[in-house]
């Protein structure tokens, strides 16, 4: 059974920051390739940054310079550091699993919400 739990989200003012974390069981990690993605209320979600197994990472240009995602292997976690955190990163960020190109799998998702 394929299991990825998030944590990390919670209440941050504008310009905090925050550590997201995603842990895998199930599959080989190491393997994967990982990604975050947000959805907003009342949008699409969307991809926010993806690692491949081989530690090549992308991210879209909203957070670039501001979010760094990263992977360790030993521990089946991803992170998706975040800094500069801005009101419109609000959202439910998520975590999934691409293995072998074909299955996708997700978390449950954990709460950002960036507000004074």
């Known amino acids: 059974q394929v299991q990825l739990v998030e944590s990390g989200g919670g209440l941050v003012q504008p310009g905090g920051s925050l550590r997201l974390s995603c842990t895998a069981s199930?599959?080989?990690?190491?393997?994967?390739?990982m990604g975050w993605f947000r959805q907003a209320p009342g949008k699409q979600r969307e991809l926010v940054a993806t690692?491949?197994?081989?530690?090549?990472?992308v991210s879209i240009n909203s957070v670039k310079g501001r979010f760094t995602i990263s992977r360790d292997d030993a521990k089946n976690t991803v992170y998706l550091q975040m800094n500069s955190l801005k009101p419109e990163d609000t959202a439910v960020y998520y975590c999934k699993a691409v293995v072998n190109a074909i299955y996708n799998y997700w978390g449950q998702g954990t709460q950002v919400t960036v507000s004074s």
């Open positions: 690692i491949t197994s081989r530690g090549s990472a």
């Open positions: 199930g599959i080989i990690f190491s393997s994967a390739t």
